[in-house]
């Protein structure tokens, strides 16, 4: 079963997808992402992967039988795609080199563009799962990226946001003026380079829940400069080694690209690329739990205060990068 439910309390699309309890758990002796799995090539340095298990297809099932006037269905359409990012098992972000990650935007950019270009995809969100504790079912280092058929709801809400601020504010974008807020305090900024700054957002949800704000005003990873490109690859590898430093292990995270919509109407002028993060820690052997107020209410509380804990990120970046040298 693969299939789209409304959801008419919340005004949104659920995606049922029994076909992904499938997914295995795979043996420690074999990974269809390494070379020499027959299932990608010898030689690669990044590759796109067809998801084996999509939640969302191009040429998808018939919908149950199961809709009638009130209860709402419509067909899974969509893309799901693995990003794989090196031929190395047990490689990490953090030990690739600049050049690499440079090819590994660029593969983002190139899916994204591709995906774009079909009409009925409304949103692509490129995005990665890491560690266990998150249901990583598969170690080698990969991301992926989903091309929806609607708008998701975060992210209609965040277009709202941003879109009424801009009304309110004599065409201000919400990101820039949050960013420029944030630096002007500085206390919950982590690190920045001439593109991007990394910090942890005054309202953060999660403890060490970081975000990476593009410093120029653009709503597309595939409007960035070649040199924009680089680095957001050097800024994304730099944000991971700071944070698995923190505790000095591989550190769990759920990493997401907010672009704007596509094939929606314009929304340029409003929104701002950005990355957050949702690490699931909020100590090196406590996990920070999304419990009934948090899932029920949608009323999140963080447990931690983010200046505090923008120093001890600021403090593993400097462990990090001593560690580079």
Not at 8 to 15: A, N, Q, S
Not at 117 to 138: C, W
Request: net charge negative; charged share 25%; glycine share 6%.
């Amino acid at each position: 079963m693969a299939e789209l439910r409304w959801h008419p309390l919340i005004g949104d699309w659920v995606m049922i997808a029994s076909n992904r309890q499938a997914r295995p758990q795979m043996p420690k002796d074999w990974c269809p992402f390494c070379p020499g799995s027959g299932k990608v090539p010898q030689d690669y340095e990044v590759y796109k992967y067809d998801n084996d298990f999509p939640a969302l297809s191009q040429n998808p099932p018939v919908p149950d039988d199961v809709a009638n006037d009130f209860f709402k269905v419509r067909e899974a359409y969509g893309k799901c795609e693995v990003i794989l990012y090196s031929p190395g098992h047990t490689t990490t972000l953090p030990e690739l080199s600049d050049a690499h990650m440079g090819k590994l935007v660029d593969l983002w950019c190139e899916r994204f563009e591709a995906i774009k270009a079909d009409p009925k995809i409304k949103y692509v969100f490129i995005f990665e799962n890491r560690g266990d504790v998150v249901g990583v079912t598969m170690p080698h280092p990969h991301g992926q990226i989903y091309g929806y058929s609607f708008i998701p709801k975060k992210l209609e809400l965040e277009l709202r946001n941003a879109r009424q601020y801009h009304e309110d504010h004599s065409g201000a974008c919400l990101f820039g003026d949050l960013l420029e807020n944030e630096k002007k305090f500085g206390k919950r900024i982590i690190f920045q380079n001439e593109h991007f700054t990394v910090f942890l957002p005054f309202f953060t949800e999660y403890p060490y829940g970081v975000y990476i704000f593009a410093n120029r005003h653009v709503q597309y990873i595939t409007e960035f400069t070649p040199e924009e490109r680089a680095a957001l690859g050097t800024t994304i590898r730099d944000t991971v080694g700071m944070l698995d430093h923190l505790f000095d292990y591989r550190f769990p995270y759920m990493m997401c690209m907010h672009n704007g919509p596509v094939n929606s109407g314009d929304t340029a002028d409003y929104y701002h690329f950005h990355i957050e993060f949702f690490p699931p820690m909020r100590a090196a052997d406590k996990q920070k739990f999304n419990a009934s107020s948090e899932t029920g209410a949608w009323a999140h509380c963080n447990p931690t205060s983010p200046e505090e804990k923008a120093q001890e990120l600021r403090e593993a970046y400097e462990r990090y990068q001593s560690e580079k040298k």
